[in-house]
């Protein structure tokens, strides 16, 4: 392993990972993640979505971006603000909205 890769094995709770608080793991725990290794083969836009249904509420976009931020990290992007995904996230529902 090199000197600039990150083992992500070492994340076993969801506030160790870049952009996440207490209130932000709440939300996961609530769609049904717990652990940061949960993050890897997840799709933040679905995780989003899932969280509007089980709250019953459109959540901030902002929200979306953290997920974003989570699961690339967990993938192996490095440590970035959360609000480094505005753009992507931004670019892609205009997408969908082109799309429909």
Partial sequence: MNKMTVD???YIKL???PNIGHSIAGDLKLIGIFHPQELLNQDPYAMYDKLCSKTH???DPCVLDTFISAVR???GA???PWWAYTAERKRIHA???RDH
């Fill in 78 to 80: 490095p440590k970035r």
């Fill in 57 to 59: 509420s459109r959540q």
């Fill in 15 to 17: 506030e160790q990972l």
């Fill in 8 to 10: 992500r094995k070492q």
């Fill in 95 to 97: 997408k969908q909205s």
């Fill in 73 to 75: 990290f967990m993938q």
